[in-house]
């Protein structure tokens, strides 16, 4: 009898502990979710955590708050995320420069993109060449005949080493078989003023930081750097259609993630919601309204950012990059 007894016991219990996390997958999300992003709020990365949380909190049915967390160059913010219980109320809105370049040029980077569960990409944006108006230069064809006349005279500057903006830049040295000298900034705002201030002939700037500059004539908007012209800006060419730049083909993107091992019902949901979030029009209009496409939600963010990493590591190799 109570062998008997004992052993309903055991079992109802390992039926429990089976069952609780069941149970919490199916209430979740039953308490507030955080967004961590890994830049101070006011950039691109920031702008896109906002508008995800804004719109996924209506499909999942509980508040969403962002959690600023800057610092190397987002990799703090990412950090945070890799260490974070895999529940599915810690997740991230990262951005290439700490998902996929970090880690190949900085060793002090210890988490890897295996350290993360890919929810879902989001959006993406070209990234931009802009000539100051000290350069004199007027398109891209008059930019490749000066720093070929003058091998290493001319610089241009990016937001910082490692950064996507750098690794832009390298792949047009590399590609176009120019020379130039690298001027890495403290952030888009120093390169900014630098650049208006005549004091660097050419910049790299995401399209949503190079627009306004761009749209008030203050620089000259040179290239875009997919390899086709961007919708949202038709009249600024590709720098691909140039032939020394036809390869040239980088942007900047964001995804969802969160850490690893998460349970595959919760993500299932938030990666529900967040597609409900990226099909709403007012979601797109925002996204195009600030430089940015939404990206095919069908996209499996594992494949698309490996492949990426794979890319960006051709370019360290080649630029020699490393902080």
């Known amino acids: 009898m109570t062998r008997t007894i004992l052993r309903r016991t055991v079992l109802a219990c390992g039926v429990a502990l089976v069952a609780a996390p069941a149970l919490a997958d199916a209430s979740y999300p039953n308490k507030p979710v955080t967004i961590v992003v890994g ?3 006011g950039g691109s ?11 996924i909190e209506k499909h999942l049915g509980q508040t969403v708050v962002v959690e600023n967390l800057g610092g190397a160059g987002g990799a703090i913010g990412a950090q945070k995320v890799a260490n974070a219980k895999p529940d599915g109320y810690t997740l991230l809105v990262g951005a290439n420069n700490e998902l ?23 959006a993406s944006q070209p990234m931009v060449l802009v000539a100051s108006q000290k350069s004199g230069v007027k398109n891209t064809r008059e930019f490749i005949d000066l720093v070929k006349a003058k091998p290493d005279a001319t ?18 040295k590399d590609q176009g078989k120019i020379k130039m000298q690298h001027v890495p900034y403290r952030g888009v705002p120093a390169l900014t003023n630098d650049v208006l201030g005549n004091n660097i002939e050419f910049g790299v700037f995401v399209l949503s930081s190079g ?20 919708p949202a800006t038709p009249d600024i060419p590709a720098l691909a259609e140039q032939p020394e730049f036809k390869n040239v083909n980088i942007n900047s993107w964001f995804s969802l993630m969160g850490p690893a091992n998460m349970p595959a019902p919760v993500v299932a949901k938030i990666k529900a919601a967040l597609d409900k979030t990226m099909a709403a029009p007012e979601f797109r209009k925002k996204m195009e309204d600030a430089g940015a496409q939404v990206m095919d939600p069908k996209l499996d ?17 080649v630029a020699k990059i490393e902080l």
């Open 100 to 122: 996929a370049i970090a880690n190949l040029v900085n060793k002090a980077v210890k988490y890897k993109i295996s350290d993360f569960t890919p929810i879902g990409m989001v």
């Open 39 to 41: 830049y101070p709020a």
């Open 155 to 172: 610089s241009y500057g990016s937001s910082g080493v490692g950064t996507a903006l750098h690794l832009a830049g390298e792949m047009m």
């Open 211 to 230: 627009l306004p500059l761009i749209k008030s004539g203050k620089v000259v908007a040179l290239g875009t750097t997919e390899a086709k012209r961007y």
């Open 45 to 55: 990365t920031d702008l896109v955590g906002r508008l995800v949380a804004n719109e």
């Open 301 to 317: 963010p594992s494949k698309y950012i490996n492949t990426e990493i794979g890319k960006y590591k051709k370019i360290v190799d």
